[in-house]
């Protein structure tokens, strides 16, 4: 099955730094690569997706980028502020199977 | 658009007694639902996937007798933790997915569900 691995697990960074998170995954079959945002007692948000067919994706001050041929997908933040700390997720889906495998998570902490 | 309604938010029960947890999509048919447990600091472990008027698909671990999915329409499923014990404490959470517009392919979470078991 599928296998995604996320680093770093936690990343602290000064308010209006960039922050960037990594994920790999196993499965060449997945296609369907999606960010959610956790905060405390609550369930995930999705932020930002990407498919197969695109390499990078933005959406104001975040984006993702994917590399299928090494198997790896990042999330970047940029002028980061307080209200971005929380717990991120990413996720593989081979989108058929509709099924997510996440990534550990990763606690990012935004320092005013 | 897309949004996944989950309640209760939080609920105490005794050893012994069962819980019912509801989940419900508000703005488009989901097809698909799925159960996922997260304990503190850790990610979500998927327990099952229900597609609407069949019975669910447990992940290996999972005690399907334990853990009773209802997906019977397109808006609510429902998972019911019978003879609860404190080891079934836990955030429970679902999501849907659909075929609509907004929601194909893509997993909406509900916000979560803390279960204490006293």
């Known amino acids: 099955g599928e296998n995604v691995e996320q680093h770093p697990s936690t ?11 990594k994920c790999t995954y196993s499965d060449s079959a997945s296609n369907y690569f999606p960010w959610y945002k956790q905060e405390l007692g609550k369930g995930p948000q999705l932020i930002i997706d990407i498919r197969s067919n695109v390499g990078e994706k ?9 590399n299928k041929t090494a198997k790896h997908f990042s999330l970047h933040i940029t002028e980061t502020q307080p209200e971005d700390s929380a717990v991120y997720f990413c996720a593989a ?8 495998t996440f990534g550990s998570g990763t606690q990012l902490t935004v320092l005013p | 658009g897309a949004v996944v309604s989950q309640h209760p938010s939080w609920v105490i029960c005794k050893s012994g007694t069962s819980v019912k947890i509801e989940c419900r999509s508000l703005d488009f ?4 639902m799925f159960w996922y447990r997260q304990f503190p600091k850790q990610s979500l472990m998927l327990m099952a996937t229900s597609n609407e008027g069949s019975k669910a698909t447990y992940e290996q671990g999972v005690e399907k007798d334990k853990f009773l999915i209802n997906h019977a329409s397109l ?10 014990h404190p080891e079934d404490s ?3 959470i679902c999501s849907a997915t659909g075929q609509g517009m907004v929601a194909k392919n893509i997993q909406y979470f509900g916000a979560g569900t803390r279960l204490s078991v006293l």
């Open chain 1, 93 to 100: 889906s081979p989108g058929s199977a509709r099924q997510l």
């Open chain 1, 11 to 21: 990343l602290s960074v000064q308010e209006g730094d960039s922050a960037v998170i």
């Open chain 1, 58 to 66: 933005k959406d104001q001050r975040i984006a993702v980028t994917l």
């Open chain 2, 75 to 84: 808006t609510l499923s429902t998972l019911t933790v019978t003879s609860a």
């Open chain 2, 29 to 32: 048919q989901a097809t698909t």
């Open chain 2, 90 to 92: 836990s955030f429970y």
